[in-house]
């Protein structure tokens, strides 16, 4: 296992930590096992581009390193094998102060708590970590998953955008999905356990 970098924020069963080049082999080999999977879930990759290849996994360690986005794997907490990642994209300051939600589970991984525990763990990181103040996420109807996903985390659908974005060749519609600090800081202190606890991810 690869997790050689100290983890952002890290719970019981899951950390994350920003991607390092030493990810590569393990990154692409489950992107690999997992392509049949996610395909039906992600953007379409520009043309000529392996989604599934080294030079795929090296743009996204690029890509991390940028101030308007946070890429992060999603990794077991005893061990440290990646299972999936989450990204927080066009991270906006100013009046604004907002990112864009973004997530995958490998295959082998999926259904098992990863990504709910994971979640947990990128909003702490996003509001406390990066002070945001709103974390969006646009997901299509169909699917299911993530919008329980998305519902247990506390976020509330604010619209519909017909044919947003496309997805394994036909443009999807999604529903727009959005979590305010305030909304999140009040979900936790509900939740908080009455002997005291911070309720915090550890």
């Keep these: ?51 599934l290849g080294s030079p795929a996994f090296a743009a996204y360690l690029e890509g991390s390193r940028c101030e308007r986005r946070e890429r992060l794997l999603l990794c077991e907490a005893a061990g440290g094998a990646i299972v999936g ?17 973004g997530y995958w589970i490998g295959a082998p991984f999926a259904r098992r708590g990863y990504m709910s525990a994971g979640l947990v763990l990128a909003l702490h990181h996003a509001f406390e970590g990066l002070g945001l103040h709103r974390v969006e996420a646009n997901i299509r109807p169909e699917n299911e998953a993530s919008l329980a996903l998305v519902r247990r985390a506390g976020f509330r659908c604010e619209g519909f955008s017909p044919r947003y974005l496309e997805i394994d060749g036909t443009w999807r519609d999604h529903g727009r999905w959005a979590l305010l600090v305030e909304d999140w800081r009040a979900k936790r202190a509900a939740s908080a356990p009455s002997c005291g606890g911070s309720g915090s991810p550890g």
């Design 1 to 51: 296992m690869s997790g050689q970098t100290e983890p952002l924020v890290r719970g019981d069963s899951v950390l994350l930590r920003r991607p390092i080049p030493a990810d590569r082999d393990e990154f692409v080999a489950l992107r690999r096992a997992s392509a049949n999977f996610l395909r039906p879930w992600e953007p379409r990759p520009a043309r000529g581009v392996d989604p």
């Design 85 to 101: 990642g989450i990204n927080l994209n066009e991270i906006a300051r100013g009046p604004f102060e907002s990112a864009a939600l």
